[in-house]
């Protein structure tokens, strides 16, 4: 009764949690719809947009998931929960995935697997609930209600597993591939890892349980077939006890067979040869092993593993390798492989009379050792090699220095197609070698060359020369096929003329600044070009025929997106295709030609213009004026005035003015100012103009041809006109000495045009009888007002 209230309270606890707390906001989603909130500390699924195709929310802390949390995400095909706290699902919580292909629940807290959870997963092809707290599976079907279920992968167990029962894989026709950790496994029905069709792969770990040899054989028995390639995982074989259970596995006919993180012993390996004596396996591979020993194998001499011709070892490890023996014991298995590969292991070294024995190897892997020049010799036999069908040989990641030492030592094996020599230090490379003329692939790649010569093979279909520090290559490769380029120094795609039949060019991350129709239309054949994330410069013709033109001559295969501009700055970041450059940007010396073209054009136009309008003589006439109008008044009132009028004529008219005009007024009592007498002697003449028309009450023009031609007279004119217009007074009186048609007045003239429209003037008759009233008039005309 105790128990059942606190079983209550619980759940009134759980139900107040999964209500009052409140669902995060993810918003790490990009374009492609993948919403990655791994790590982000979330307590509850995040709130992400409803089409996201997938969902990252690993290494989190979230205890639950309710019906609610999933239901509106219906396109999600990818939902990763690993490395979580959960300890609940509420059964129909992933019911609105009918997309899902991939759920990942692994190393969580979850006690039980329930079947209700994929019972509308239609189209789930990879499950993992791996690293759980279950103890128990398989007392139901996982797919229960799934008619046909396309799952392809299953990875389960955990170190609390101890029962695995029948009915688990019931409903599932056929797997690609099953995974099983059970550390604590105490009861395993048979027949619990098989489906109706052989599973394609299986890995299985013994940790915690290898001792129960009974155990072990039933689970062997279900999983060795010979379409299985079975990978036994966390296993120690020491002595002939732990070898036993593994005659299921010759039983079962398997023909591929993995170890991954094993630990062996030379009797270990002995009795395993003797188990296994007269399987059909043809692939054996040793990865992450621990080998105790000396390698005194002669009990197993006598076993037969014809059909064996694979071996991969990788990472491991063998203690006092120093003393290791040679491997002439396992001569009854060196002479069948045709595939050896050796990797990361610590092999310094391969004796001439062990390689002697792989006489039908075609493939030899020793990559990530520690060959070096000396070592590589003796493992090649100094280049009398017996390994005459070897066509690929892989020595990458060792301590090499010597290139010039390659060709001899390969030039005998006349059947080798692939070499890969990356990942040493060359340095340099010699100006001629002698290759196979077999040999078509070759890998330099991080080899550290500054420069490449003429060393290299005429037959080359594929060459990798990446990672270097290479700034050019022009040598004629004619069957080069594949060419890679990146990670170097290079600043322009190398002379397509060179390879003719080139189809595949990759030449990223270098200095390349752009590329054009004529550097892609030299390569022949070129079809496909990765060159993205470069130094480009997105000059308008770049841009242009990116944008344009690329698409027409290659298949950028590494994505457009990846074809960033890294000058101007302006454009720093930008996506060459996202880049708009406007017309004066791109024709910047025809703009700017036409504008300089326009401005001539222009400042000949204004010349021609200011010429015939006068605008120079006007500007003058401007300037005058805004002089006369800061001039302070002299004379500011009627009693200041001390000419009756100021004579405004022509130089070349002077004779009549001084000889007739003068005495004639004068002696009649008219006071006149006189340029000649009466300006102020040192002064600007300027001021001389002002202060006497300023000083007199009529301002008089004698009136000619000579006049209008005069500037003088012209300035004279206008402050009389500006008189006129400031005081409205009529101060200006006109004598026309001789006769002028007012069209032939030059349009400069305009003040005396007007003032001729708009006043009276008197003309100076060539008859004398009629001169009396003339000067009876004028007389009149310059009378004061005040008289």
């Known amino acids: 009764m105790k128990m059942s209230l606190f079983r209550f309270i619980c759940l009134i606890l759980t139900w107040t949690h999964i209500q009052t707390s409140e669902r995060p906001n993810c918003y790490e989603c990009d374009n492609y719809h993948i919403c990655s909130c791994s790590a982000k500390d979330f307590q509850r699924v995040p709130i992400v947009p409803p089409d996201v195709l997938s969902l990252d929310v690993s290494f989190n802390k979230i205890e639950f998931i309710t019906q609610e949390d999933l239901s509106v995400y219906t396109e999600l095909r990818t939902l990763k929960l690993q490395w979580n706290k959960l300890g609940t699902i509420h059964k129909e919580a992933f019911h609105s995935q009918s997309k899902l292909e991939e759920l990942d629940l692994s190393f969580n807290n979850l006690e039980d697997i329930s079947s209700l959870w994929f019972s509308k997963l239609q189209a789930l092809k990879h499950l993992n609930i791996l690293g759980n707290r279950y103890t128990t599976l398989g007392s139901v079907a996982l797919f229960e209600f799934v008619e046909n279920p396309t799952l ?31 550390g604590n496994l105490k009861s395993y029905e048979n027949g619990s890892f098989q489906t109706v069709e052989p599973i394609r792969a299986v890995s299985i770990s013994l940790q915690g349980f290898q001792n129960d040899s009974t155990l072990v054989c039933r689970i062997f ?21 732990d070898a036993q259970p593994f005659k299921e596995i010759r039983e079962g006919c398997t023909k591929r067979l993995t170890f991954q993180n094993a630990s062996i012993t030379d009797e270990g390996v002995t009795k395993l040869l003797e188990v296994l004596d007269g399987t059909p396996m043809s692939y054996l591979g040793l990865e992450d092993a621990y080998f105790v020993g000396h390698g005194w194998w002669q009990k197993a001499q006598w076993t037969h593993y014809e059909n064996l011709h694979m071996l991969f070892i990788r990472n491991l490890e063998i203690q006092g390798f120093f003393m290791f023996s040679s491997m002439m014991q396992l001569a009854f298995l060196l002479k069948h492989f045709t595939r050896v590969s050796v990797i990361n292991s610590t092999v310094f070294v391969m004796p001439c009379n062990t390689s002697a ?20 010799q003796e493992t090649l036999c100094n280049g009398d090699s017996k390994m005459r069908k070897l066509n690929t040989l892989n020595v990458s990641y ?7 030492l390659m060709p001899r030592l390969v030039s005998r094996l006349h059947r ?7 990942h040493n230090d060359f340095l340099h490379m010699p100006q001629s070698c002698t290759w196979p003329a077999s040999l078509s692939f070759l890998n330099l790649s991080a080899t550290k060359l500054h420069h490449v010569t003429p060393c290299l093979p005429q037959s080359l279909t594929v060459l990798d020369l990446s990672h270097n520090y290479l700034i050019a290559f022009h040598h004629h490769l004619p069957n080069l096929v594949e060419l890679c380029l990146t990670g170097n ?60 033109h690329t698409d027409h001559l290659v298949k950028l295969r590494d994505g457009r997106r990846n074809y960033v501009c890294d ?15 406007g017309y004066i940007e791109c024709h910047m010396i025809l703009s700017v030609s036409i504008l300089c073209f326009m401005f001539i054009l222009f400042g000949i136009i204004t010349v021609i213009f200011c010429y015939k309008c006068h605008v120079c003589w006007y500007l003058k006439m401007v300037a005058a004026w ?31 003015v001084e000889e007739i005009l003068v005495p004639k007024l004068e002696n009649s009592g008219i006071a006149l100012c006189l340029h000649k007498r009466d300006f102020q002697p040192g002064g600007w003449i300027m001021d001389n103009i002002i202060e006497s028309i300023e000083s007199s009450y009529r301002t008089l023009f004698v009136l000619s041809e000579n006049f209008v031609k005069s500037d003088w007279c012209s300035y004279e004119l206008n402050f009389s006109h500006f008189r006129i217009r400031d005081e409205h007074n009529d101060s200006a009186v006109l004598i026309l000495l001789e006769p002028i048609v007012k069209e032939s007045i030059p349009m400069r003239f305009c003040k005396l045009r007007r003032i001729m429209n708009s006043r009276t003037y008197l003309e100076w008759p060539q008859d004398e009888d009629n001169r009396e009233e003339f000067w009876h008039n004028l007389r009149a005309a310059l009378k004061r007002e005040d008289d």
């Open 152 to 182: 392809k992968t299953l990875q389960f167990g955990n170190p609390l597993v101890e029962d695995v029962r029948r009915k688990m894989l019931r409903k599932i026709r056929r797997l690609d591939e099953l995974t099983f950790v059970g």
């Open 221 to 241: 028995r279900d999983v060795s077939h010979p379409e299985t390639s079975l990978t036994i995982r966390d296993v120690t074989v020491m002595t002939k006890e």
């Open 357 to 376: 024995l792989l006489q039908k190897v075609e493939y030899l892997d020793m990559s990530q050792n520690l060959l070096s020049d000396i070592t590589l």
């Open 398 to 404: 060792n301590s090499l220095k010597s290139f010039h």
């Open 416 to 422: 080798l197609t692939s070499l890969d020599l990356s």
């Open 489 to 548: 120094r290079f600043i322009s795609l190398p002379d397509g003329g060179q390879f003719p039949n080139l189809h595949v060019l990759l030449i990223q991350r270098n200095t390349v600044n752009m590329f054009n129709q004529s550097n892609l239309m030299a390569f022949q054949s070129l079809r496909f070009l990765e060159a993205g994330q470069n130094n480009f410069v997105c000059s308008c013709d770049f841009v242009n025929f990116f944008q344009g």
């Open 567 to 581: 000058s101007p700055f302006t454009l720093r970041g930008w996506a060459v295709d996202n880049v708009q450059q």
């Open 626 to 656: 805004l002089k006369a109008k800061s001039h302070p008044a002299v004379y500011s009132s009627e009693t200041d005035i001390r000419y009756d009028a100021f004579v405004s004529y022509s130089q070349h008219d002077a004779e009549w």
